[in-house]
């Protein structure tokens, strides 16, 4: 089960940052994808990728973390996509493929005419789609 | 658990350092522990000559020529752990005492204390004291050597850390004789060694078969530590892989780990100075063994009593510290995630709190500033749990660390750089560019709920600890940056907390980190004493041309100065003179801000600062001013202000303040505290170079009898006395007064002479100028409806800025007297002083129309014609009469008057006097006699009163102005146009003549002067030219031009032409009243005509032109009702000689000649007028006739003569 979902822009600001839990827990998701961006920055200044991962943004995951794994997706923009959840044994195509899709939904939320880069997504409709995509992540992965 | 573990800690030999005796000042204390610090490493060759080998060393392989002892001082001492037995490194093997001799003259009680002291460590197998700075009776007391006090000669720093390393030498080849003996002691006769796993109480008959099973391994093991410890590793080695061989048979785990761990630590310091990947890949795979065994070691059923996970965890520690770079980060990572996750099944809270304190250093080397800033919180949070002052402190410490990473820090950490002002000035210069590192600030600073969160626990756990500055330092960081995410009442939290802390701060405290309000900088507001610093010219003479900003505005003075000329980028203070700078303040909150002082904060040191106080309601902005005087000639920086509010001074950047408008700008910031204070937006005002000068002269102005406007009516002429004052310390040696602004005509005249010879102008000196006004027209652009009054009376007054203004440029001497070192700016400025003449213009006299009135009066027929003034012998006479405006045309001999009526209109509340006056030259005519021989040709008329909302009018005489000469001069421009076919040409000399029209119509107008008075001292002068143009447009040739021909009629006695000499007095009569004629003597009535009777009359034909005319002349006589008297069956006159188709010839310039006789039949009032037709007439003529036509006749006609026949019918 996803329990947070957020974008980081390139200069590690957030830009939007949405849990899914019913704790009261968002201080501690915001340590998590916070402290996170330590290992995508590591990730990314120090890549150790070759030929067929030069391209890949998927970064698999990031770090386990008590009861949570964190994964990350790295857009060519340096716009950081960083999941968190709950599920012990994901496979990595299914969480590649919600980055995926994920991805494409920020892309559609920035192409906003209306959007400021830079700025915080406030975009509701942005907020339903990546929330269907939550809900709809979990029995998926178990089908 | 233990801080600081690593690998090599199993080789490191622990000493409590302990401070015995009376109490040793702090200094001193921290100096012989640093001394004593220093000493870690104890080469095992330099310990030799201490080494006395009592036995065979156990130590077979001791490396004496490479290897060392290691030593770490537990400054305070340390209890003693139950895991003594199981590593003994943990074990305490030494104790060192520090003494400072001063503070405790007793040795004996200082020895006596040791010992007690040194009870506490039943493992310490050395016991030393160090006595310092031992006076002179201790050291002869000295001889008596007690056991174990050291004393150190007073001596240089050099001389006692040599001593003090001979000291830990011998300390370290005592411990190595004593490991050696322990080491054959334990071989020998064998040791008990028990950890708190193994079941103390109930030591079941198959537990103690296994305990002797396991002894032998167990003493392995520690023989291998000791032999770690002696600092040899290859036996340490040997030991413990006997050591893991028992215990892996007898299945002793947990000490089969710990003997796996020191071999680790035997290999690693047996290769200390390789770090191959085998022996890296060695090193990890055994100690992932380490961590598997202390992993099943864990016993469920003792879990509650003790627990192995410490073990496991600082293992886990161990390998992450050895591994701990960025190539190995996620295996790191891995490790450590692990261990944190561990935390949860220790029982201790302190183990706890070295795990995460370790955790977080790791993550800290590892670059992972925002892992370690995670845990360092995890780490406060525990801190916190304690609740006592010692752990809030270092709660507050630890997040003090983590501020950095979360970009909430205090300014005071990385206020290094700025302290310079060389680097604030350059900074300043590049106005709004933002830093690299301030935008990632900015962008960081997002995170505002991690940011929150953390600043509040500093501000709490440092008002627990007791630390009010950094409460405070919190608090302002906390209210400056989160402003918008805290409720009002969270707001007004913050602000008391920050007055609470303020009040436990002593008055003066300095922080780093401002709170409120937000300032920035708006603008320099400029005193025109400032702006006008010129740049002297020495080559001119005229030093300020060229220098001054060129273009069509030279000043406004009324312009918002103070923004535009910020743009500017130099500046020009004046040593003394105060300047003012405009900052605004904002406060976004929801309670009142009271700033107690502010001030501009200038590093440059030159300037002296006023404090103001400021009070600034809930969510408002407002701008201040702050001003200060400049000390010393050099450049000015001001990077921003002082403030001191809530009880502490802080300083408030501007460059601060505008990165973060910029960041607003840019939605990086939650939001703009001008912008939500409903200030508006500012353009980015950037700091100019400023540069203080040395003293110049300053010119004050002020208008003599105040400096309020000159209230002045239309045309009055007025002198206003402007008074000028050097308010500076320099004598001002040049000026020069100009003119500028609007309406500079209105200046008749400045005193130039009293300014110059005013010079120079000492400092205090005073010089006083009459500036002489007549005040302008005011028209509909430049006036405003002065819509105050009631709608009724609208009264017009002018604009403001429509006043003139003098420019005085004036400046001190060349050099300055007391300025030796003027190398390169030898010429100090000049200055500039604008004074505005403060005129208001009111509408005065108002005209309503201006017409051209013409009249006729018949002139009386007498037997002379009527004298010409010109012949008069008494010309003063004609003038001093009062109707002397009224004049007998001469060539015309009737009065023809045209008068110029105004209608003037007085809308004021005051009364007006007009007096009209006309100014003639005194023109010669050809003959060289004056046509008007007035002297100075000023008449004088009655005043006209004008009451305030009457009119009146006033009537002017045209009647001086005519020529004496019709010739073609005046038409030259039309005549030469009626020869010219081509019609361009024709135009262009049809508007050169309309032109020239006009410039006569001018000249006219212009020797009409309309002077009013009103009340005691306005005077002035109406501008009638306007008015009157079009009035006298059409008929300025008639007034100007004689008609060509002029006619007269006289009286000729018996046909002789004689001119009468003997009538004087009456050669004038028309201005008799007839009345007088018929009540009056016979002499009087001489030139009367009588009924029945032949007169002999002649005409005279005076020809004005210079040509020859010829013509036809008729003369006819009329009775008063207009008939023809001399025609018709009812003639009443009878005539002789000839009255119709006179054919005469008038030479130019001359008189004709023609009598005839008149017999009047009735008495009564007849009227003579003479006319002719002028024959082939020239283009003058026709022109003067106004007639285009060749063959148009032209027609001449005389103005009409009175008769008045007396008698009886």
Redesign the interface.
């Known amino acids: 089960m996803i329990v947070c979902v957020a974008v980081v822009?390139h200069?590690?600001?957030?830009l939007y940052l949405q849990s899914f839990t019913e704790a009261d827990d968002?201080?501690k998701l915001?340590?998590i994808v916070?402290?996170s961006?330590?290992?995508i920055d590591?990730r990314v200044n120090?890549p150790k990728k070759s030929g067929s991962t030069l391209n890949e943004t998927f970064l698999g995951l990031l770090?386990?973390?008590?009861n949570y794994k964190v994964y990350g997706y790295l857009t060519n923009t340096k716009v950081k996509l960083i999941m968190v959840m709950t599920d012990l044994d994901v496979k990595d195509a299914d969480v590649r493929s919600f980055f995926r899709r994920f991805h494409a939904a920020y892309v559609d939320a920035v192409s906003n005419p209306f959007h400021?880069p830079?700025?915080?997504t406030t975009s509701k409709s942005f907020g339903q789609r990546v929330g269907s995509m939550v809900k709809s992540f979990g029995p998926g992965a178990t089908a | 658990m233990e801080p600081d573990v690593s690998m090599e800690t199993g080789s490191m030999i622990r000493i409590a350092v302990l401070p015995v005796g009376g109490a040793i000042p702090h200094r001193q204390l921290r100096e012989y522990a640093a001394m004593l610090g220093r000493q870690t490493r104890i080469d095992l060759s330099s310990i030799s000559s201490f080494y006395k080998e009592h036995q065979k060393s156990p130590f077979a392989h001791q490396p004496w020529e490479t290897g060392c002892l290691r030593f770490k001082y537990m400054l305070g001492g340390a209890p003693p752990s139950p895991w003594e037995d199981f590593q003994s490194c943990r074990k305490i093997l030494a104790v060192v005492g520090l003494c400072h001799c001063p503070s405790s003259p007793d040795l004996d009680l200082v020895a006596d204390q040791f010992a007690a002291a040194c009870k506490g460590y039943s493992s310490a197998l050395a016991k030393r004291c160090f006595a310092f700075c031992p006076t002179d009776s201790q050291l002869e007391d000295d001889g008596k050597k007690r056991e174990n006090i050291i004393l150190f000669p007073p001596s240089d720093r050099q001389t006692q850390e040599f001593h003090m390393l001979t000291m830990v030498q011998d300390l370290a080849a005592t411990l190595l004789m004593e490991f050696e003996k322990w080491v054959l002691r334990a071989e020998s006769t064998g040791t008990i060694l028990k950890t708190p796993l193994d079941s103390q109480s109930s030591l079941g008959s198959e537990e103690v078969i296994k305990a002797k099973k396991r002894r032998l391994g167990r003493a392995q093991k520690t023989i291998g530590d000791y032999c770690l410890l002696a600092g040899s590793p290859v036996d340490a080695n040997a030991h413990y892989s006997t050591a893991i061989e028992l215990a892996r048979l007898t299945g002793d785990v947990f000490w089969h780990a710990g003997a796996l761990e020191g071999s680790v630590c035997a290999l690693l310091l047996d290769r200390m100075d390789q770090k191959d990947p085998v022996l890296e890949e060695e090193v990890k795979y055994r100690y992932y063994t380490v961590i598997q065994l202390y992993r099943r070691s864990y016993l469920q059923d003792n879990a509650q009593r003790v627990s192995t996970v410490s073990f496991e965890l600082e293992a886990a520690l161990k390998l992450a510290r050895y591994l701990c770079r960025r190539e190995l980060a996620k295996e790191v990572v891995e490790l450590l995630m692990g261990a944190a996750d561990g935390a949860k099944s220790l029982i201790d809270a302190s183990d706890r709190l070295i795990l995460y304190v370790e955790i977080a250093r790791l993550f800290g080397t590892l670059g992972y500033q925002r892992k370690a800033a995670f845990f360092s919180r995890q780490v406060a949070q525990l801190y916190l749990q304690q609740d006592n002052a010692c752990a809030a402190i270092s709660a507050m410490q630890v997040l003090t660390m983590t501020s950095n990473a979360y970009h909430v820090q205090s300014r005071r950490a990385n206020s290094k750089p700025h302290t310079s002002p060389h680097e604030l000035g350059p900074s300043h210069g590049d106005g709004g560019k933002l830093h690299p590192q301030s935008v990632v600030s900015l962008f960081e600073s997002q995170w505002s709920t991690l940011q929150m969160v953390v600043l509040r626990e500093i501000l709490m756990s440092s008002v627990r600890a007791g630390d009010p500055l950094a409460a405070w330092s919190a608090a302002a960081r906390l209210l400056r940056s989160f402003y918008p995410l805290i409720t009002p009442a969270g707001q007004s939290g913050l602000a008391s907390s920050l007055a609470k802390s303020a009040e436990r701060l002593p008055p003066g405290t300095r922080c780093a980190d401002p709170a409120l309000p937000f300032i920035r900088l708006h603008s320099f507001s400029l005193h025109p004493s400032q702006t006008d610093i010129i740049k002297r010219n020495p080559l001119k003479k005229e030093w300020w041309t060229g220098s001054a900003p060129s273009g069509p505005f030279i000043y406004t003075p009324f312009s918002k100065g103070g923004t535009t000329n910020t743009n500017k980028q130099e500046m020009t203070w004046i040593v003394g003179e105060p300047v003012q700078v405009l900052v605004e303040l904002a406060n976004p909150c929801s309670f009142d801000l009271i700033v107690e002082s502010i001030y501009l904060s200038v590093h440059s040191g030159n300037f002296d600062a006023f404090p103001v106080s400021v009070s600034l309601p809930p969510n408002t902005a407002k701008v201040i001013l702050l001003s200060g005087i400049p000390t010393k000639v050099g450049p000015v920086s001001i990077p921003g202000c002082i403030v001191h509010c809530f009880g502490v001074i802080t300083e408030h950047l501007f460059k601060d303040v505008d990165n973060l408008l910029l960041g607003a700008a840019q939605g990086l910031v939650l939001s703009d505290p001008f912008r939500c204070c409903g200030s508006g937006k500012l353009k980015n005002v950037s700091i100019p170079n400023i540069s203080v000068v040395p003293p110049l002269p300053l010119l004050v102005s002020h208008a003599v009898g105040g400096d309020g406007a000159t209230v002045l009516y239309e045309g009055e002429i007025r002198d206003i006395w402007i008074s000028l004052t050097n308010a500076g310390t320099v004598p001002v040696e040049q000026a020069h007064i100009a003119l500028s602004g609007k309406n500079q005509d209105s200046v008749v005249s400045i005193a130039h002479d009293t300014l110059l010879s005013a010079l120079p102008l000492k400092p205090g000196g005073e010089v006083t100028l009459p500036v002489t006004l007549k005040a302008w027209q005011l028209s509909m652009v430049d006036s405003e409806i002065d819509s105050s009054k009631s709608s009724g009376s609208t009264r017009r007054i002018s604009k403001e800025g429509s006043s003139p203004v003098l420019v005085v440029h004036y400046a001190g001497p060349w050099t300055h007297s007391d300025q030796s070192n003027n190398t390169e700016n030898s010429v100090p400025p000049g200055r500039r002083l604008v004074v505005p003449l403060n005129v208001c213009v009111l509408q005065g006299l108002r005209f309503v129309k201006a017409r051209l009135l013409s009249m006729e009066i018949p002139a009386r027929i007498t037997d002379a014609l009527p004298k010409q003034l010109y012949g008069d012998k008494n010309p003063a006479e004609v003038v001093s009469r009062d109707d002397s405006m009224v004049k007998i045309d001469p060539y015309r001999g009737s009065w023809e008057l045209r008068l110029l009526e105004l209608e003037l209109s007085n809308p004021t509340d005051v009364v007006f006097e007009v007096n009209v006056s006309v100014q003639l030259d005194n023109r010669k005519n050809e003959h060289g006699m004056p046509i008007l021989n007035h002297e100075n040709a000023d008449f004088g008329y009655p005043k006209t009163r004008i009451d305030r909302d009457y009119s009146a009018r006033v009537l002017i005489p045209l009647e001086h102005f005519k020529l004496p000469i019709l010739d073609g001069s005046f038409f030259a421009k039309d005549s030469r146009a009626s020869d010219a076919f081509c019609s361009k040409v024709s135009n262009m000399a049809e508007r050169s003549a309309k032109a020239e029209l006009n410039a006569s119509i001018n000249n006219l107008i212009s020797k009409i002067k309309v002077r009013w008075h009103s009340g005691r001292n306005s005077s002035g002068e109406l501008n009638i030219k306007d008015a009157t143009q079009p009035a006298l447009q059409a008929s300025v040739m008639d007034i100007l031009l004689p008609d060509p021909l002029t006619f007269g009629f006289r009286l000729a006695k018996n046909g002789a032409t004689a001119q009468i000499n003997g009538f004087p007095e009456e050669s004038i009569i028309s201005g008799d009243p007839p009345s007088q004629c018929v009540n009056g003597s016979a002499v009087k009535c001489k030139g009367s005509i009588s009924a029945h009777e032949m007169t002999h009359m002649e005409v005279l034909v005076r020809n004005n032109t210079k040509e020859m005319i010829q013509m036809s002349l008729c003369v006819a006589c009329r009775d008063v009702a207009g008939e023809n008297c001399t025609e018709g069956n009812n003639a009443t006159v009878l005539w002789a000689g000839v009255l119709n188709d006179i054919r005469l010839e008038v030479p130019p310039l001359e008189e004709v000649e023609h009598a005839f006789s008149l017999y009047f039949l009735v008495p009564g009032e007849y009227t003579l007028q003479a006319a002719s037709v002028i024959n082939d007439a020239t283009d003058v003529l026709r022109a003067r006739a106004r007639t285009d036509s060749p063959d148009e006749p032209i027609f001449c006609r005389g103005s009409p003569f009175h008769v008045h026949v007396v008698g009886t019918a």
């Open positions: 822009g200069e590690n600001n957030p968002a201080l915001h340590h916070h402290s961006l330590d290992v590591e120090n770090y386990p973390t008590e400021v830079g700025k915080t």
